[in-house]
């Protein structure tokens, strides 16, 4: 694990977010409820971001992800809004699950999943 931290140490989470879609067989999954929730939290206020640099965002969210379906939504009790991010790295086996929401400092590792803070 100490290979993938080292490149990342001291980046910015756009930094992050862009070394991740350029390494070789690494994909960015998500379900369709992620994407509208990666857009609704982009569009909000407090970020600050231009009509312009806002659809910049939304369109490269849509080329660099691949969309899944998950079959089944499994509860998460500390915050059941983020079930959806677990459910959706169980339905796909996913590696790992890269995150700045802070509900997650507790879980270290999920089934075959390993999940790490973004920063």
Same mark, same amino acid.
């Given at each position: ?9 001291? #980046?910015?989470?756009?930094? &992050? ?6 390494? +070789?067989?690494? /994909?960015?999954v998500? !379900? ?6 990666y ?23 849509d080329?660099?992800?691949? #969309?899944?379906?998950?079959? &089944? ?6 915050? +059941?809004?983020? /079930?959806?991010?677990? !459910? ?29 803070s973004?920063?």
């Amino acid at each position: 694990m100490s290979w993938c931290r080292r490149p990342l140490k001291n #980046r910015t989470p756009e930094a &992050v977010l862009r070394w991740i879609v350029v390494q +070789p067989g690494w /994909a960015w999954v998500v !379900s369709t409820e992620i994407l509208v929730e990666y857009k609704t939290v982009l569009a909000r206020p407090k970020f600050g971001l231009s009509p312009d640099l806002l659809r910049q965002w939304l369109t490269w969210l849509d080329s660099v992800t691949v #969309r899944v379906d998950v079959p &089944v939504t499994l509860p998460y009790p500390p915050d +059941p809004t983020d /079930a959806k991010f677990l !459910s959706c790295a169980l339905a796909t086996q996913a590696g790992w699950l890269i995150t700045g929401d802070h509900d997650f400092t507790q879980a270290r590792k999920l089934d075959t999943t390993t999940i790490l803070s973004i920063s």
